[in-house]
């Protein structure tokens, strides 16, 4: 190669050098896994991400406790407290809310349910 340039000469021998180099090193680690197999050795890992169960995990989800029956109770009688207050006109509601105050929700319920206008 008499017309090149020294210095691209220069730059592709040293690029033949580090691709040797790394094919070297790359058979070396090779060699050495599998002979470390063979040998019952762990096998070492290189630098990188950890593995999963080392890394960190998301906190623990907290359980949630089971409603008494109960609290089950009161929802629903609040649930159907609800659903039959919206059925109603504002003065029918709040004649149901008066007797809820006094008598309790269940008296309540019995009052609008004898408000309710039946369906066409």
Do not use: C, H, W
Request: no cysteine; glycine share 6%; charged share 25%.
């Amino acid at each position: 190669m008499p017309n090149t340039d020294a210095n691209i000469l220069a730059l592709v021998q040293a690029f033949a050098r580090q691709i040797t180099a790394a094919a070297e090193a790359s058979a070396v680690a090779r060699v050495q896994a599998a002979l470390a197999g063979a040998l019952g050795a762990p096998v070492k890992r290189g630098p990188g991400r950890p593995p999963r169960s080392a890394a960190v995990a998301a906190p623990p989800v907290k359980k949630r406790k089971k409603a008494s029956p109960k609290v089950v109770r009161a929802r629903k009688l609040q649930g159907q407290y609800l659903g039959a207050l919206r059925a109603l006109s504002q003065a029918d509601r709040a004649k149901v809310k008066a007797v809820a105050k006094e008598k309790g929700v269940p008296a309540a319920l019995k009052v609008a349910a004898s408000l309710k206008k039946p369906k066409k």
